[in-house]
């Protein structure tokens, strides 16, 4: 069992910036396929961010060049740099991770507010 728990989730002006941590407990951490979505009311679900075992990323186009997607193998964490947030961003998000032959395994989500 892979448990994910996200933080640093808050309110921000716009342009700002903030970074959310996501730490991973059960499995081999490094082997997991990580990932960030985010859902923002009336919205579907939306992969913002991955990053591959193989250190590989993908990015939503609405996100690349603002956000970033890293993790510390040493520390069991994965975590999302996001910089000159627009309210657009405001969104629950959610960290997630996949271990190989696994199933898709989510944290409890945590709210990120853009907004003056």
């Known amino acids: 069992q892979v448990r994910l728990v996200e933080s640093g989730g808050g309110l921000v002006q716009p342009g700002g910036s903030l970074t959310l941590s996501c730490a991973v407990s059960?499995?081999?951490?490094?082997?997991?396929?990580m990932g960030w979505y985010r859902q923002a009311p009336g919205k579907q679900r939306e992969l913002v961010a991955s990053?591959?075992?193989?250190?590989?990323?993908d990015y939503a186009d609405s996100v690349k060049g603002r956000f970033t997607i890293s993790r510390d193998n040493a520390k069991n964490t994965a975590y999302l740099q996001m910089n000159s947030l627009k309210p657009e961003d405001t969104a629950v998000y959610y960290c997630?991770?996949?271990?190989?032959?696994?199933?898709?395994?989510w944290g409890q989500g945590t709210q990120v507010t853009v907004s003056s």
């Open positions: 990053m591959h075992s193989g250190g590989n990323t």
């Open positions: 997630s991770a996949r271990p190989p032959a696994g199933s898709l395994n």
């Open positions: 059960g499995g081999i951490f490094s082997l997991n396929l």
